[in-house]
C-alpha cells in the first residue's frame, strides 16, 4: 500500500501533550518527515529521520516510529502550532513519494 | 540562502496545458531531486513527481502519468513542471520542493507555490 493514514482532527488544550499518529506500510521501510502548514502557506519541515528537528523548530515538536505508525508529538502546545500537519516518506516500492492524509490541529 | 522561486499564478481553460517553473539559488541545482507537489483547494498535499536534475530522470505519481512532464534547464538552475489536457479538479496551488536526504526523505526547502485555475 502507498497510503498514509492520520486522524483528520485533534485538540488540545493550551500548554498540553497532543500527539498525532500516521499510519501506513511504508513506515516499516522509511523514517517519516512531518510538515506543518498554516493558511495561504507553503509546508514547513518540522521533524525528520530517526530523531532529528530542523533548525529554528522548538523543542516541543518531537517524532517516532513503532511499526507501521509514526508519531509526532507537540509537548505544551502553543497557540501559534494551530495549523495543519502531515506526514511524508517514501512508498513502499522507494520509488515515489507520498504523504498523510493530514491533521489539523487545534489548540484550545 | 536557498530559495525556490516560481513562476506565476495561471488561469487556464479545460483541455490546454500549463507550465509551471522553479528557480532554485543558494545550493548546486544538479545536487537534490525537485519534486513537485499540488494542493487543491481545502485538500490536503498530493505528491506529483520528481526530477534528477543532474541525469533529467523522472518519476511520476501513477494518477499523472501520460499527461505531465517534467525537466529542467541547468543552465538557469531552473525546474519546470507541464502538466496536459487540465480539467477542473486540477485547480490546485503547485508547490516545487528540494528533495533532501539519504536513507530518510525530506523536503526542507519550498518554493512558494503557484495558483493554476483551470475554468472555462
Known amino acids: 500500500s502507498s497510503e498514509l493514514t492520520q486522524d483528520p482532527a485533534v485538540s488540545v488544550a493550551l500548554g498540553q501533550t497532543v500527539r498525532i499518529t500516521c499510519q501506513g506500510d511504508s513506515l516499516r521501510s522509511y523514517y517519516p518527515s512531518w510538515y506543518q502548514q498554516k493558511p495561504g502557506q507553503a509546508p514547513v519541515l518540522v521533524f525528520y529521520g530517526k530523531n532529528f528537528r530542523p533548525s529554528g523548530i522548538p523543542d516541543r515538536f518531537s517524532g517516532s516510529s513503532s511499526g507501521n505508525a509514526a508519531f509526532l508529538t507537540i509537548t505544551g502546545a502553543q497557540a501559534e502550532d494551530e495549523a495543519d500537519f502531515y506526514c511524508h516518506s517514501r512508498d513502499s516500492s522507494g520509488s515515489h513519494h507520498v504523504f498523510g492524509t493530514g491533521t489539523k490541529v487545534t489548540v484550545l | 540562502q536557498v530559495q525556490l522561486v516560481q513562476s506565476g499564478a495561471e488561469v487556464k481553460k479545460p483541455g490546454a496545458s500549463v507550465k509551471v517553473s522553479c528557480k532554485a539559488s543558494g545550493y548546486t541545482f544538479s545536487n537534490h531531486e525537485i519534486n513537485w507537489v499540488r494542493q487543491a483547494p481545502g485538500q490536503g498535499l498530493e505528491w506529483v513527481g520528481w526530477m534528477n536534475p543532474n541525469t533529467g530522470n523522472v518519476a511520476y505519481a501513477e494518477k499523472f502519468q501520460g499527461r505531465v512532464t517534467m525537466t529542467r534547464q541547468t543552465s538557469i538552475n531552473t525546474a519546470y513542471m507541464e502538466l496536459s489536457r487540465l480539467q477542473s479538479d486540477d485547480t490546485a496551488v503547485y508547490f516545487c520542493?528540494?528533495?533532501?536526504?539519504?536513507?530518510?526523505?525530506?523536503?526542507?526547502?519550498w518554493g512558494q507555490g503557484t495558483l493554476v485555475t483551470v475554468s472555462s
Open positions: 520542493a528540494r528533495e533532501d536526504g539519504s536513507g530518510w526523505y525530506y523536503f526542507h526547502y
